[in-house]
C-alpha cells in the first residue's frame, strides 16, 4: 500500500485527485502502477485502477488478470469494480473508504455482489488513516486556492 500512496502523490503534479493503483503477482512482484491521470489527459477512464490494469495487461500480453491482486489507496467506484472484475483480478486491497462513489461497500458492492459471476476477494482499510489523509490534503488545498 506504501507503494500505491506514493504513486498516489504523483497525481497531485497535473492536479488529479490523488489515487495510486498497482498490480501484483502471487510472489508479491509488482507487475504494474498507476495514478490517476484524467486531467492530464483529459480522459475520464484514466482512474488509477484503470491505468494500473492497462500496464499489467501490457506487460503480461494478457487481459486476463487471475491470481493477481490490485492495491488501490481509495475504494474504487463503479467504473473500476467493473473493470476488476472483467479482468479476473482475484484480490483487491484498498485503503480509504469512498462515501460519495465508492462501489465496493460505500454506495454499491459491485464486487462482492451475489448475482455477480466474478469472485474477487476484498480486504478494505489497509492504511486507511494515512490514504484518508492524502486525499483530505489535496481537498483542502483546491478549496483553499478558491
Excluded at 489515487?19 to 484514466?46: C, F, K, M, W, Y
Excluded at 491505468?51 to 463503479?78: H, I, N, Q
Excluded at 473493470?83 to 473508504?97: E, K
Amino acid at each position: 500500500m506504501r507503494v500505491a500512496i506514493e504513486a498516489a502523490r504523483r497525481s497531485h503534479v497535473s492536479g488529479d485527485v490523488p489515487v495510486g493503483a498497482l498490480v501484483i503477482n502471487q510472489s508479491g512482484e509488482i507487475i504494474s502502477i498507476g495514478h490517476n491521470e484524467r486531467e492530464l489527459h483529459g480522459d475520464p477512464t484514466a482512474h488509477a485502477e484503470i491505468v494500473a490494469l492497462r500496464r499489467a495487461s501490457v506487460k503480461t500480453k494478457t487481459w486476463r488478470l487471475d491470481d493477481y491482486t490490485l492495491v488501490v489507496t481509495l475504494e474504487p467506484c463503479a467504473m473500476c469494480a467493473g473493470a476488476i472484475a472483467q479482468a479476473r483480478i482475484s484480490t483487491l486491497i484498498f485503503g480509504a473508504w469512498d462515501e460519495k462513489a465508492g462501489a465496493v461497500g460505500s454506495v454499491w458492492d459491485i464486487l462482492r455482489d451475489p448475482r455477480s459471476i466474478f469472485k474477487v476477494e476484498v480486504r478494505a482499510g489497509v492504511l486507511e488513516e494515512e490514504c484518508t489523509v492524502l486525499l483530505k490534503d489535496f481537498i483542502q488545498g483546491v478549496r483553499t486556492k478558491d
